[in-house]
């Protein structure tokens, strides 16, 4: 019964970590018969890796086991505290170090009520303990966004009359992240509103405790929000400022991260028009200067929305940056038809390099519309290489943009001997 097998294991051990319970049974009802020492030979044995059958059933969140080696500890009667509840793994782990990483709320309510049975000093034994790596079972469940958990150790918190602002709320992990933080990061909407909720149950500073403070690298959950894309948190960030009264212009739609980033430059770069659009409205209401703040904005390398829809090839959002020139009455021509980025490429410079024929299409409409010299400004423009739209489509060998082009080159009656042969290399 006690003999170990090639791994290094007894077959108690072999049981606890199968969550073989009736294996277990049989077991210890050998080890009454065979008179063996329950206590050494069997709860408290360990294994090759120096685990006792508490802590494997422990890491494997079987709480039929843990209940049943608790009811042999107290038959036992060994030190439920020390031998059990509190006793720790080679790696320093206690079982409820391992039930808040796991996110089993069943065991760590079972834990809890075995903690008031031997009278254990609940804050600091295991509310508010930290493992090996200096975590508590709070920003445990925050890192692995378990709410459930959140909820049932905030109550736990309310019993014993913790500071539940600053050792729970605002209280950081060893990489000085707070739940906030770490919810923001990890787009969790749902735990998010729920700290919001204890913030003001606790009356703390919900502008500069919650919605404006930073992480370590200096961003705000509005800055991470939009750089994940989240318009849900975005929106709900934006509601909550409304309630605390922050200043909605400087303190959110033109903040800018530590890269020196808005929203609207990082919704821009990644393509996201759904945000763009919100970020806009959000623009009209608090009365921005739409033209220079939003729509004609530069990020770190200089580059507008125009130029960075154009360069991903992004035609949803090209128009609609049309459009939203043409309501703040900037001039379409000068300012985003043949505007160019840092490179000096305009957008048709770079949907002709890209071989976007859709966008080329758009391009060319509005050049109409806003009656632009379509030869000069368009069909013959020439990239910072020197290169037309031509030029480029005749070495891409792209037959559809060379049909289009001869298409427009009629239209505007020009010579297409003189004007349109490619380039020799």
């Not at 031997?118 to 920003?139: H, I, P, Y």
């Not at 060893?174 to 700290?195: C, H, M, P, R, V």
Request: charged share 30%.
């Amino acid at each position: 019964m006690l003999g170990i097998d090639s791994n290094g294991e007894t077959a108690w051990h072999l049981a606890a970590k199968t969550g073989h319970i009736k294996t277990l049974e049989t077991l210890w009802g050998w080890g009454r018969e065979m008179q063996v020492n329950l206590k050494d030979d069997l709860l408290l044995s360990i294994d090759l890796y120096r685990h006792t059958a508490w802590y494997i059933a422990a890491y494997k969140g079987n709480k039929e086991i843990l209940e049943k080696l608790w009811c042999w500890g107290r038959e036992l009667q060994v030190n439920l505290k020390d031998d059990l509840l509190l006793s720790k793994g080679f790696n320093g782990q206690t079982a409820w170090d391992l039930s808040a990483y796991d996110g089993n709320k069943e065991i760590l309510e079972k834990l809890w009520c075995w903690g008031r049975e031997v009278q254990v000093n609940l804050k600091d034994d295991l509310l508010l303990s930290k493992g090996f790596n200096g975590q508590t079972a709070w920003n445990i469940a925050a890192v692995i966004g378990n709410k459930d958990t959140l909820e049932k150790l905030w109550c736990w918190g309310r019993e014993l009359q913790v500071n539940l602002k600053d050792d729970l709320l605002l209280s950081k992990g060893f990489d000085g992240q707070t739940a906030w933080g770490i919810s923001a990061y990890k787009g969790n909407k749902e735990i998010l509103e729920k700290l919001w909720c204890w913030g003001r149950e606790v009356q703390v500073n919900l502008k500069d405790d919650l919605l404006l403070s930073k992480d370590l690298n200096g961003e705000t959950a509005w800055y991470i929000a939009a750089y994940k894309g989240n318009k849900e948190i975005l929106e709900k960030l934006w509601c909550w400022a409304r309630e605390v009264q922050v200043n909605l212009k400087d303190d959110l739609l033109l903040s800018t991260g530590f890269n020196g980033q808005t929203a609207w430059n990082i919704a821009a770069e990644k393509g996201n028009k759904e945000i763009l659009e919100k970020l806009w409205c959000w623009g009209r209401e608090v009365q921005v200067n739409l033209k220079d703040d939003l729509l004609f904005s530069k990020d770190l390398n200089g580059e507008t929305a125009w130029f960075l829809a154009a360069y991903k090839g992004n035609k949803e959002i090209l128009e609609k940056l049309w459009c939203w020139g043409t309501e703040v009455q900037v001039n379409l021509k000068d300012y985003l038809l043949l505007s160019k980025g840092f490179q000096g490429r305009t957008a048709w410079d770079i949907a002709a390099y890209k071989s976007n024929n859709e966008i080329l299409e758009k391009l060319w409409c509005w050049g109409r519309e806003v009656e632009v010299n379509l030869k000069d400004d368009l069909l013959l423009s020439k990239g910072f290489d020197g290169q037309t739209a031509w030029n480029i489509a005749a070495k891409k060998d792209n037959k559809d943009i060379l049909e289009k082009l001869r298409l427009w080159n009629m239209e505007v009656q020009l010579n297409n001997k003189y004007h349109l042969l490619p380039a020799k290399d």
